[in-house]
């Protein structure tokens, strides 16, 4: 699908391509702060370094003065680095300062961008957490101790699994394998991923592929026979008992109840613990009085029978 | 040349030319691949969100991830059945019906060589499905349930909404899937509040007035299903193709034009004309029998049986009169089998192989109905005065006509 960028998306990426005066193309020497994120190989790869203008009494308080970018990627990401620079250099923030800008300010920057395009936007701001990091350790500032959570990448290399959030496929592995995640629901609620639009759960490649690779699934469907388990709860009635005891409670309890009211019901099948039934005579048909029973004839069996029963009421 | 007569539009239906105008830029400089990245794929791209977006409206205004546009409903009800199976490899019981289509019947059946177990609920004499029949064949293992919302033989319709409710409150695990071919257009389908028990629907286009070679699966947010054609990023990886843009445009305006009307309206107009000619000609004629007649059907179907003479004749003289319609009988169909749907519902070989089915649309008119009426007896009274199976004297069987 042609991607949809915004004109201030397109005017930066025909400026830096163009090298008009005022970018910020290029590698600084001996620069201050150098961070990278990404690799040629997953098809973006940005190197970002900054100079300071020291303050030599207090390295915390050095302002950021130069930024410039080395990208390899797409337009989105060209002029997502370049965002990054003018936000950098317009601001004169310190670099402790500038670690508070999020992905979602080069975004708004940019006056938005697609969503598959999302990620070119969290690579900058990783390349400038890595090279701010860089910079703390060249100056010897102590960034934990200012209580800055000097994290990992939490965005990994590698194919996106999950378009909607932006999750690549060995952050997903590290994840389920860390938090022992074993189905696609558990790991929509630890990391969000198949959240959204849902697509990615069952598609090649996907997050059943990704949790089958890594639990060691058999999807063959050979020697499986451990559907519908049965829980080995001892002192279960077996199905003739069963049976027997719904028959009885139909008799001597909820037939001459039903009666009253001109109504009767009438058992189709019994399957586990589902009694399938069909309500006749004066409740059929009025959808108010058929939930009421459905809900009081199945009170009364698991009251009499077995606490595990439940009613399916079948229409006429 | 004779005008036409088009009585057959449950096998296909003319292309509307509203249908046509916006297939044809798609067909001429609109030719980009949506996928590429220049503006001029923009518009293609578009297109295909948009029709997306219409889709989903149409049924019930579900999120356009859900739905996944396809080659026809037969590939559709390829992927909901292979597709379930290969997501849910800890499940191996199917359950369908004796009179589905055969892109059901077929796939089931080759899920059966694969190592499935498929239980076929069968229906009685009316067409109706046996529901007790049903509850029994759920099982714990069961994975699929694949059952159609309305019959393209009889137009029988199956209580959907029923069906779903029952199979996901005995287990929320087993998936259904309805192929909704003949019903979509004509009948109230919406995901989100009478089919929310269903998981999966298949339509085509052709069966509503866009050209053939396009289909849809609604595949709900989350349901185990794998693709059934790999090998591209389109509809989100879940079917590999470049997009069908002006098959895919067509079926989006088709669907519009169908919800767009009052289908109510519609439904009244065309019930009106196919009930005027069942009843004429059950009037007019002596052994015939309305397949189905006592159950719900779609508006536009009249399946009759006429007792002792075969439907081939039928069709053949019918044609003479430029009127096109089909036939359940052995001769009409390519691989000389029967009707299974009539065989299912036991309608006696008498009558079966002179089966006739009349499907309207909404271009059918009352003076099409009126030329159908006015021949028709014709036709059968002239094909009965051959059979040996006829006692012209007392227009009515002769004595040794049930020998089966």
């Given at each position: 699908?042609?991607?949809?960028?915004?004109?201030?998306?397109?005017?930066?990426?025909?400026?830096a391509?163009?090298?008009?005066?005022?970018?910020?193309?290029?590698?600084i020497?001996?620069?201050?702060g150098?961070?990278?994120?990404?690799?040629?190989?997953?098809?973006?790869?940005?190197?970002?370094t900054?100079?300071?203008?020291r303050?030599?009494?207090?390295?915390?308080?050095?302002i950021?003065?130069?930024?410039?970018?080395?990208?390899?990627?797409?337009?989105?990401?060209?002029?997502a680095?370049?965002?990054?620079?003018?936000i950098?250099?317009?601001?004169?923030?310190?670099?402790i300062?500038?670690?508070?800008?999020?992905?979602?300010?080069?975004?708004?920057?940019?006056?938005?961008?697609?969503?598959?395009k999302?990620?070119?936007?969290?690579?900058?701001?990783?390349?400038?957490?890595?090279?701010?990091?860089?910079?703390?350790?060249?100056?010897?500032?102590?960034?934990?101790a200012?209580?800055?959570?000097?994290?990992?990448?939490?965005v990994?290399?590698?194919?996106?699994?999950?378009?909607?959030?932006?999750?690549?496929?060995?952050?997903?592995?590290?994840?389920v394998?860390?938090?022992?995640?074993k189905t696609?629901?558990?790991?929509?609620?630890?990391?969000?991923?198949?959240?959204?639009?849902?697509?990615?759960?069952?598609k090649?490649g996907g997050?059943?592929?990704?949790?089958?690779?890594?639990?060691?699934?058999?999807?063959s469907?050979h020697?499986v026979?451990?559907?519908?388990?049965?829980?080995?709860?001892?002192?279960?009635?077996s199905?003739?008992?069963?049976?027997?005891?719904?028959?009885?409670s139909m008799?001597?309890?909820?037939?001459?109840?039903?009666?009253?009211d001109?109504?009767?019901?009438?058992?189709?099948?019994?399957?586990?613990?589902?009694?399938?039934?069909?309500?006749?005579?004066?409740?059929?048909?009025c959808?108010?009085?058929?939930?009421?029973?459905?809900n009081?004839?199945?009170?009364?069996?698991?009251e009499?029978?077995d606490?595990?029963?439940?009613?399916?009421s079948?229409?006429a | 040349?004779?005008k036409i007569?088009?009585?057959?539009?449950?096998?296909t239906?003319?292309?509307?030319p509203?249908?046509?105008?916006v297939?044809?830029?798609?067909?001429?400089?609109?030719?980009?691949?949506?996928?590429?990245?220049?503006?001029?794929?923009r518009?293609?791209?578009?297109?295909?969100?948009?029709?997306?977006?219409?889709?989903?409206d149409?049924?019930g205004?579900?999120?356009?991830?859900?739905?996944?546009?396809?080659?026809?409903?037969?590939?559709s009800?390829?992927?909901?059945?292979?597709?379930?199976?290969s997501?849910?490899?800890?499940?191996?019981?199917?359950?369908?019906?004796?009179?589905?289509?055969?892109?059901?019947?077929?796939?089931?059946?080759?899920?059966?060589?694969?190592?499935?177990e498929?239980?076929?609920v069968?229906?009685?004499?009316?067409?109706k499905?046996?529901?007790?029949?049903?509850?029994?064949?759920?099982?714990?293992?069961t994975?699929?349930?694949?059952i159609?919302?309305?019959?393209?033989?009889?137009g029988v319709i199956?209580?959907?909404?029923?069906?779903?409710?029952l199979?996901?409150?005995t287990?929320r695990?087993i998936?259904?899937?309805?192929?909704?071919?003949?019903?979509?257009?004509?009948?109230?389908?919406?995901?989100?509040?009478n089919f929310?028990?269903?998981d999966?629907?298949?339509?085509?286009?052709?069966?509503?007035?866009?050209?053939?070679g396009?289909?849809?699966?609604?595949?709900?947010?989350?349901?185990?299903?794998?693709?059934?054609?790999?090998?591209?990023?389109q509809?989100?990886?879940?079917?590999?193709?470049?997009e069908?843009?002006?098959?895919?445009v067509?079926?989006?305006?088709?669907?519009?034009m169908?919800?767009?009307?009052?289908m109510?309206q519609?439904?009244?107009?065309?019930?009106?004309?196919?009930?005027?000619?069942?009843?004429?000609?059950?009037?007019?004629?002596p052994y015939?029998?309305?397949?189905?007649?006592?159950?719900?059907?779609?508006?536009n179907?009249?399946?009759?049986?006429?007792?002792?003479?075969?439907?081939?004749?039928?069709?053949?003289?019918?044609?003479?009169?430029?009127?096109?319609?089909?036939?359940?009988?052995?001769?009409?169909s390519g691989?000389?089998?029967?009707?299974h749907?009539l065989?299912?519902?036991?309608?006696p070989?008498t009558?079966?192989h002179?089966?006739?089915?009349?499907?309207?649309?909404?271009?059918?008119?009352?003076e099409?109905?009126?030329?159908?009426?006015?021949?028709?007896p014709?036709?059968?009274?002239s094909?009965?005065?051959?059979?040996?199976?006829?006692?012209?004297a007392?227009d009515?069987?002769?004595?040794?006509?049930?020998?089966?």
């Amino acid at each position: 699908m042609a991607w949809e960028y915004s004109e201030k998306t397109k005017q930066l990426f025909m400026d830096a391509v163009h090298g008009k005066p005022g970018t910020h193309m290029g590698e600084i020497e001996d620069a201050d702060g150098l961070g990278e994120h990404g690799s040629i190989a997953c098809g973006d790869a940005l190197k970002f370094t900054f100079k300071v203008k020291r303050n030599d009494e207090d390295p915390t308080k050095d302002i950021i003065t130069e930024a410039r970018y080395l990208t390899f990627g797409c337009t989105s990401a060209i002029a997502a680095s370049e965002a990054l620079c003018i936000i950098i250099e317009q601001k004169k923030y310190t670099p402790i300062e500038a670690l508070a800008i999020t992905n979602s300010d080069i975004v708004d920057y940019l006056e938005g961008l697609p969503k598959q395009k999302i990620h070119c936007s969290v690579m900058g701001a990783e390349a400038l957490d890595a090279a701010i990091f860089d910079w703390a350790k060249k100056r010897g500032v102590d960034l934990t101790a200012l209580g800055v959570d000097v994290h990992e990448d939490e965005v990994d290399d590698g194919r996106i699994v999950c378009d909607c959030f932006s999750m690549t496929e060995p952050y997903i592995r590290r994840k389920v394998k860390e938090l022992e995640l074993k189905t696609i629901p558990e790991i929509t609620d630890a990391i969000k991923a198949g959240g959204a639009c849902m697509a990615c759960h069952h598609k090649p490649g996907g997050l059943q592929d990704i949790l089958d690779d890594i639990w060691h699934n058999d999807v063959s469907g050979h020697g499986v026979d451990d559907a519908g388990d049965v829980s080995g709860e001892p002192e279960q009635l077996s199905p003739y008992q069963l049976g027997k005891g719904v028959e009885r409670s139909m008799e001597e309890y909820i037939r001459p109840m039903l009666q009253q009211d001109g109504g009767g019901i009438e058992i189709i099948d019994i399957k586990d613990t589902i009694v399938y039934v069909r309500l006749v005579g004066a409740c059929a048909g009025c959808a108010g009085a058929e939930i009421t029973l459905k809900n009081l004839v199945e009170n009364t069996l698991k009251e009499r029978v077995d606490e595990r029963i439940r009613v399916i009421s079948v229409g006429a | 040349m004779k005008k036409i007569i088009y009585l057959d539009n449950n096998a296909t239906t003319l292309v509307a030319p509203e249908v046509f105008e916006v297939m044809k830029p798609f067909l001429t400089d609109q030719y980009f691949n949506p996928g590429a990245m220049y503006d001029q794929a923009r518009n293609p791209a578009h297109a295909v969100s948009d029709a997306r977006k219409s889709v989903a409206d149409c049924l019930g205004g579900v999120d356009p991830n859900e739905v996944i546009f396809t080659g026809s409903a037969s590939e559709s009800n390829n992927m909901a059945i292979f597709g379930s199976i290969s997501a849910n490899p800890k499940r191996r019981h199917i359950i369908t019906t004796t009179v589905e289509h055969p892109s059901v019947t077929e796939v089931c059946k080759e899920a059966e060589r694969c190592g499935c177990e498929v239980t076929f609920v069968g229906v009685d004499k009316q067409g109706k499905l046996n529901v007790t029949e049903f509850i029994k064949a759920l099982r714990p293992d069961t994975l699929l349930v694949s059952i159609m919302h309305a019959n393209n033989e009889t137009g029988v319709i199956f209580p959907i909404e029923e069906l779903a409710r029952l199979t996901k409150e005995t287990d929320r695990c087993i998936l259904f899937h309805t192929d909704a071919t003949q019903a979509m257009g004509k009948l109230e389908i919406d995901m989100t509040d009478n089919f929310s028990n269903v998981d999966m629907l298949s339509f085509s286009g052709h069966k509503l007035h866009a050209p053939k070679g396009v289909g849809a699966l609604y595949l709900r947010k989350g349901t185990a299903c794998r693709p059934l054609i790999y090998g591209g990023h389109q509809e989100r990886g879940r079917r590999a193709g470049t997009e069908n843009v002006c098959h895919i445009v067509a079926l989006a305006k088709a669907c519009e034009m169908a919800m767009a009307g009052d289908m109510q309206q519609e439904y009244k107009q065309i019930v009106s004309i196919r009930d005027r000619l069942q009843v004429a000609l059950m009037d007019r004629i002596p052994y015939i029998q309305v397949n189905g007649l006592d159950q719900p059907r779609l508006p536009n179907t009249l399946n009759i049986a006429c007792q002792f003479i075969e439907g081939e004749g039928i069709l053949y003289q019918l044609n003479e009169y430029g009127i096109c319609a089909s036939s359940g009988s052995a001769c009409t169909s390519g691989s000389l089998d029967a009707s299974h749907v009539l065989s299912a519902m036991d309608v006696p070989f008498t009558a079966m192989h002179g089966s006739v089915r009349f499907s309207l649309s909404r271009y059918t008119t009352e003076e099409e109905i009126d030329t159908l009426i006015d021949v028709f007896p014709g036709i059968v009274k002239s094909l009965r005065r051959l059979s040996p199976y006829w006692d012209v004297a007392k227009d009515g069987p002769r004595e040794n006509a049930d020998i089966k």
